[in-house]
């Protein structure tokens, strides 16, 4: 069984459905669940829209920081 329950390549949505999808699949989650995050550039703003809309209920890990891809485990807890 993969440590990630569902995956996100955010390289293959439009910029105006990006966040909306990942918010999706996070809300998808169940608790102690995580989400593979995968971007082409460092996701600063969506963190703060995490922290922002989601306080408390998951955790941001950084698996790789670029320069390229970055990949991201976020887990509902």
Known sequence: MSEFAKTVNATEYPPHQK?????????????????????????VPLHYQFRLEREDKFSW?????????????????
């Open 19 to 43: 966040h909306m999808v990942i918010f999706e699949t996070f809300d998808s989650l169940e608790l102690g669940q995580a989400m593979l995050l995968i971007n082409d550039h460092d996701p």
């Open 61 to 77: 890990e950084y698996i790789e920081q670029g320069p390229e891809t970055f990949r991201i485990k976020i887990t509902r807890v």
